[in-house]
């Protein structure tokens, strides 16, 4: 592939692509590559360490008495969440393209 580009080596297509002033030319600070088994052996010591705790997310406050007004006006009225949904929007230029 280096042949087809005209270009020697890798690091010189490289110069050649990326300009030099967002280039580093010093080494980046990675720790040392360790053995797949050793890095697995690492996560699930980790992931032991978990802790499942009861996720209160949507239960809701069951206490609380919705008056009657809000929920005629608001819950069960479509008009609130329903007049442009995603599928709607696409179609909504085409309308006005054709009534221009």
């Known amino acids: 592939m280096l ?5 020697p080596s890798l690091d010189a297509l490289t110069d050649a692509i990326v300009p030099a002033d ?5 080494p980046l600070p990675l720790p040392e590559g360790e ?8 996560v699930r010591a980790l ?3 978990n802790q499942l705790w009861r996720s209160y997310i949507g ?4 206490g609380t008495v919705t008056p009657p007004v809000i929920q005629r006006m608001v819950f069960e009225n479509p ?12 179609h909504l230029p085409c309308r006005r393209k054709r009534e221009v």
Request: proline share 11%.
């Open 59 to 62: 239960l809701g406050y069951y």
């Open 22 to 26: 967002i280039r580093t030319r010093a």
């Open 3 to 7: 042949e087809v580009v005209g270009q």
């Open 47 to 49: 992931a032991a360490r």
């Open 35 to 42: 053995p797949e088994h050793v890095y697995l052996e690492r």
């Open 79 to 90: 008009g609130w969440y329903t007049p442009y949904t995603p599928v709607s929007y696409p």
